[in-house]
Nanobody, 120 residues
Framework: QVQLVESGGGLVQAGGSLRLSCAASGEGTFGSYKMAWFRQAPGKEREFVAQISRNGQDTTYADALRGRFAISRDNAKKMIYLQMNSLSPEDTAMYYC????????????WGQGTQVTVSS
């Protein structure tokens, strides 16, 4: 089992940038988990943001976010990151880090989230 703790959220003006971090701890090898970021805005369903392969070589993004957001990981530090640029009020949401075990098809480990608020 892995525990995930997000950080780096906050209040930022439109057009600004933020870098979110997610620290992993617990059992298992961090490099065996596929990792992802999701977000949930008030009154909306949770949506996929980005994912990164176990070795960090492959990334996938939500179509609307590609080019503004960048996911990365450091397996030695058991960390993943989400660099967010050119933020707009529509990016306001709780951002969650998630882990997917090898051989499984769903993300079943989640952090508590970090709030990102973008002011206009």
């Amino acid at each position: 089992q892995v525990q995930l703790v997000e950080s780096g959220g906050g209040l930022v003006q439109a057009g600004g940038s933020l870098r979110l971090s997610c620290a992993a701890s617990g059992e298992g090898t961090f490099g065996s988990y596929k990792m992802a970021w999701f977000r949930q805005a008030p009154g909306k369903e949770r949506e996929f943001v980005a994912q990164i392969s176990r070795n960090g070589q492959d990334t996938t993004y939500a179509d609307a976010l590609r080019g503004r957001f960048a996911i990365s990981r450091d397996n030695a530090k058991k960390m993943i990151y989400l660099q967010m640029n050119s933020l707009s009020p529509e990016d306001t949401a709780m951002y969650y880090c998630a882990a997917q075990r090898f051989g499984y098809s769903r993300y079943d480990y989640w952090g508590q989230g970090t709030q990102v608020t973008v002011s206009s």
